[in-house]
């Protein structure tokens, strides 16, 4: 990771976390920001008219705005680009999600709402220059209903309506290596049908064209759900455009696990890669033949 993120960095970090949170009211009114649907809304999109989705991320901005080395994805000139490309898009069927910061504040816990603040703070100004303000952008965070915010009370409804893009559908998981959707939990347990494509769980990039290959061996019918870090915005946009339904669906594993555990701190889940968490990236052989006879290949 860039040398800003280590320990000696730590206090000048916070620093300038708070004073670009305190400064971000004349940030917005300066560089106002674009119409980003709920959560609720975003779901509903995906599930009527059966649209693709491809994700941003603060990661994904600090990608292409900063140009940083992420700890699961290095950076590569034409992942950049893609990423950029895929932003300024237009395609009815393919949503684009920015994050829930972008679209509200409300209901976010105190640390997260100075998080966004700072990130948007720091990058918007930058990056407004790639939006659309005639736009209408969906949200990103479908994939993380439970964690930043405050009163939980809505969550259940968030995985309730998550589980019904893949009800009754066959789905092809594009996951790295390590990550293990669904294993241990009953997230994918209403869908007809799992089977997995197994990726690098660092710079999956590096596979990209390999990855997608396997993919179009499947029938389009199919729901591909992917989780690949930045890749998975690029990808999920190829595919769609190739005639997939492609759900980039990030860390919905993780957020769904610390749900049913009704956790208020982030937490590693053994044998699953918990990217947030300190340790969390070393993670533990499994033996489980359900998810063995799932995988369809492994691409390494």
């Given at each position: 990771?860039?040398?800003?993120?280590?320990?000696?960095?730590?206090?000048?970090?916070?620093?300038?976390?708070?004073?670009?949170?305190?400064?971000?009211?004349?940030?917005?009114?300066?560089?106002?920001?674009?119409?980003?649907?709920?959560?609720?809304?975003?779901?509903?999109?995906?599930?009527?008219?059966?649209?693709?989705?491809?994700?941003?991320?603060?990661?994904?901005?600090?990608?292409?705005?900063?140009?940083?080395?992420?700890?699961?994805?290095?950076?590569?000139?034409?992942?950049?680009?893609?990423?950029?490309?895929?932003?300024?898009?237009?395609?009815?069927?393919?949503?684009?999600?920015?994050?829930?910061?972008?679209?509200?504040?409300?209901?976010?816990?105190?640390?997260?709402?100075?998080?966004?603040?700072?990130?948007?703070?720091?990058?918007y100004p930058r990056l407004s220059r790639y939006i659309d303000?005639?736009?209408?952008?969906?949200?990103?965070?479908?994939?993380?209903?439970?964690?930043?915010?405050?009163?939980?009370?809505?969550?259940?409804?968030?995985?309730?309506?998550?589980?019904?893009?893949?009800?009754?559908?066959?789905?092809?998981?594009?996951?790295?290596?390590?990550?293990?959707?669904?294993?241990?939990?009953?997230?994918?347990?209403?869908?007809?049908?799992?089977?997995?494509?197994?990726?690098?769980?660092?710079?999956?990039?590096?596979?990209?064209?390999?990855?997608?290959?396997?993919?179009?061996?499947?029938?389009?019918?199919?729901?591909?759900?992917?989780?690949?870090?930045?890749s998975a915005t690029a990808m999920s946009y190829d595919l769609?455009?190739?005639?997939?339904?492609?759900?980039?669906?990030?860390?919905?594993?993780?957020?769904?696990?610390?749900?049913?555990?009704?956790?208020?701190?982030?937490?590693?889940?053994?044998?699953?890669?918990?990217?947030?968490?300190?340790?969390?990236?070393?993670?533990?052989?499994?033996?489980?033949?359900?998810?063995?006879?799932?995988?369809?290949?492994?691409?390494?």
């Amino acid at each position: 990771m860039n040398i800003r993120y280590g320990k000696l960095f730590k206090l000048p970090r916070i620093i300038v976390k708070y004073t670009l949170s305190a400064i971000y009211p004349f940030i917005i009114k300066i560089w106002p920001l674009p119409n980003v649907l709920s959560i609720d809304e975003t779901l509903d999109k995906i599930i009527n008219d059966k649209c693709s989705i491809s994700r941003f991320g603060d990661g994904e901005f600090l990608y292409i705005i900063d140009k940083l080395n992420l700890p699961f994805q290095r950076q590569e000139l034409s992942l950049r680009a893609r990423l950029i490309e895929v932003l300024k898009a237009e395609d009815p069927n393919i949503l684009v999600g920015l994050p829930i910061g972008y679209h509200s504040l409300n209901n976010l816990k105190k640390s997260s709402q100075r998080t966004w603040r700072s990130q948007i703070s720091w990058i918007y100004p930058r990056l407004s220059r790639y939006i659309d303000k005639k736009k209408t952008y969906y949200n990103s965070s479908i994939t993380r209903p439970y964690f930043d915010f405050e009163n939980k009370d809505g969550c259940k409804n968030y995985f309730d309506k998550l589980m019904m893009i893949w009800n009754n559908r066959e789905i092809i998981l594009v996951e790295g290596e390590k990550s293990r959707l669904g294993v241990g939990n009953n997230l994918f347990d209403n869908a007809k049908n799992v089977k997995r494509i197994l990726a690098p769980h660092h710079h999956a990039f590096t596979k990209y064209d390999e990855i997608i290959n396997q993919v179009l061996c499947q029938d389009k019918s199919k729901l591909v759900l992917i989780a690949l870090g930045p890749s998975a915005t690029a990808m999920s946009y190829d595919l769609a455009q190739m005639g997939f339904q492609a759900i980039d669906i990030g860390n919905i594993d993780i957020e769904y696990e610390w749900y049913i555990r009704k956790t208020l701190t982030k937490i590693k889940i053994p044998g699953k890669y918990t990217s947030e968490v300190v340790g969390g990236r070393y993670v533990e052989e499994i033996r489980d033949s359900l998810y063995e006879s799932q995988i369809l290949t492994r691409i390494i």
